[in-house]
């Protein structure tokens, strides 16, 4: 039997979306596609753009562990917590997010 990536997506996805008792509707609407799309996910049909994948990620509150993908297994827990932050960070606060640690490590930290 060989890993099928879109089936093990296509699982992960589905229950977490029903632990959270969400709809595809409900979903959809998260991260922004239509209902039919989550269906198609859901059932292993289409995977899921890298931009989605993480959209839906962070929607589920699910962490890239659950998916078998353990970054910097060595990292502590609180930066983990950080990096997570930063990088759900919008477009938008993302500069946010910059000023204030540069301001934090120029001032503070040294």
Known sequence: ?????????????RAARKE?????AKLAELVNVN??????IENATYSPSLGLFFKLQK???LDLSDFGIDINENISPLRKDVLRMVYSAS???LPYYKDV????????LN
């Open 1 to 13: 039997m060989t890993f099928d990536d879109k089936v093990f997506i296509a699982k992960k996805i």
């Open 20 to 24: 959270l008792n969400y709809t595809q």
């Open 35 to 40: 209902e039919q799309h989550i269906s198609r």
């Open 59 to 61: 929607a589920l509150g």
């Open 91 to 93: 477009k938008k606060n």
């Open 101 to 108: 640690l540069g301001y934090l490590d120029k001032n503070f």
